[in-house]
């Protein structure tokens, strides 16, 4: 999903800094209609007392109860998650992912005007369609870029170093890649830690295609060969590598 309804609004700080203490999360409540089984209010967090949370005890309990999230929200058979004929649901599935894993990315963010008031240091409300509009694949990835590190996410460089730390630590890894034609889809996917049953795939003992879980033009709980390095298509300008402990 790369359409952005606010991409020209995300205002630029360079030319004005501005501490990154003053940004704050553009938080939705959740909502009783947004479900696994329904199309309705996805732009909201569910209300499902079933779907587990990333236990971070150690990194054994972060990437079993991945492994848990991943099987419930079971993106291959959930009505939340499946492509329409006018779009497909990548950002969606992310945005679960990383909500129930315990890291923040934006399922919508701040209208520019919205944005200004907040690094004014002004309470802002989140209110969806006034202050905060969806915000898709595209304009994550320049999110990344302007705002990651406020929200505690750390760029990676190379797919194995994501996966090496998504295995080790039961963090959160995430690629994005922008769409060169501005307006289309671009695509956001979770890089999950391996299973007995699901793992990357390597080259001379180095990460080539991590293992991935996504929504999108075909969605796969897990999957590693079955795109290859899709991040690197023609149809995408850019790319990024983030990862949250």
Not at 23 to 43: H, Y
Not at 193 to 208: C, Q, S, W
Request: with cysteine; net charge negative; aromatic share 12%.
């Amino acid at each position: 999903m790369g359409k952005h309804t606010i991409t020209e609004e995300i205002v630029s700080l360079k030319d004005n800094p501005i501490p990154n203490n003053l940004i704050k999360k553009a938080d939705l409540l959740p909502d009783p209609q947004s479900q696994l089984d329904s199309t309705r209010r996805k732009e909201r967090p569910m209300i499902d007392s079933s779907i587990p949370y990333r236990n971070l005890t150690d990194a054994a309990s972060k990437k079993e109860s991945i492994g848990q999230l991943i099987n419930k929200l079971d993106v291959e058979t959930n009505i939340r998650y499946q492509r329409t004929p006018e779009d497909t649901y990548c950002n969606v599935y992310s945005y679960d992912y990383c909500y129930y894993g315990k890291v923040y990315l934006p399922t919508v963010w701040w209208t520019g005007e919205s944005l200004k008031k907040v690094l004014q240091g002004q309470e802002v409300e989140a209110v969806f369609g006034q202050t905060v509009d969806r915000i898709y694949s595209s304009a994550i990835h320049d999110w990344f870029l302007e705002w990651g590190a406020s929200f505690g996410w750390e760029r990676m460089h190379t797919v194995d170093e994501i996966q090496n730390k998504v295995n080790t630590n039961g963090g959160i890894g995430i690629i994005c890649a922008k769409r060169r034609q501005k307006g289309l889809s671009g695509h956001i996917v979770p890089v999950v830690p391996e299973t007995d049953l699901h793992k990357a795939y390597r080259e001379n003992g180095i990460v080539v295609y991590p293992l991935q879980s996504q929504a999108g033009k075909e969605n796969h709980n897990y999957f590693s060969e079955e795109r290859k390095d899709w991040w690197n298509d023609e149809l995408y300008s850019f790319y990024v590598l983030y990862y949250h402990e």
